[in-house]
């Protein structure tokens, strides 16, 4: 598994789906990155701001 957005699974919908039950807490993810250095860190960052945007 990589970052959201990288794969198969919607992540924007299922944390809209979590949000709409009530849940406002932080939710933990493990994943690799799809690219090395700093360059696959910012792709993380960005990958979590878009499925953050519901």
Known sequence: RKE???GEINYRNVFKH???KGYTGIVGMEH??????????LAVIEAYK???TF
């Open 32 to 41: 690799g990155n799809s690219g090395a250095g700093k360059q696959g860190e």
């Open 18 to 20: 979590i949000h709409s």
């Open 4 to 6: 959201p957005t990288t």
């Open 50 to 52: 878009t499925s953050d």
